[in-house]
């Protein structure tokens, strides 16, 4: 059975564990909208002005 993405309610990073990666958080949701996905943070200026300091994948929206 494939796992289920998640996104942190707190970075919005994608996740299919259950804790964040990112922030270490467990408040994750399977309810989220929009993917962006970052590459390169460091020349990014999407990662830049949404603060977001890694490479991945986040949702745009999370509920």
Not at 15 to 32: E, K
Not at 35 to 59: D, F, Q, T, V
Request: hydrophobic content about 30%; proline content about 5%.
């Amino acid at each position: 059975m494939p796992t289920k993405e998640k996104a942190c309610r707190n970075c919005k990073r994608i996740t299919t564990g259950n804790v964040c990666d990112n922030c270490g958080s467990s408040n994750l949701t399977t309810n989220f909208s929009g993917l962006i996905i970052i590459l390169n943070p460091e020349e990014s200026e999407i990662a830049k002005e949404l603060g977001m300091r890694k490479p991945g994948y986040y949702a745009v929206r999370v509920g």
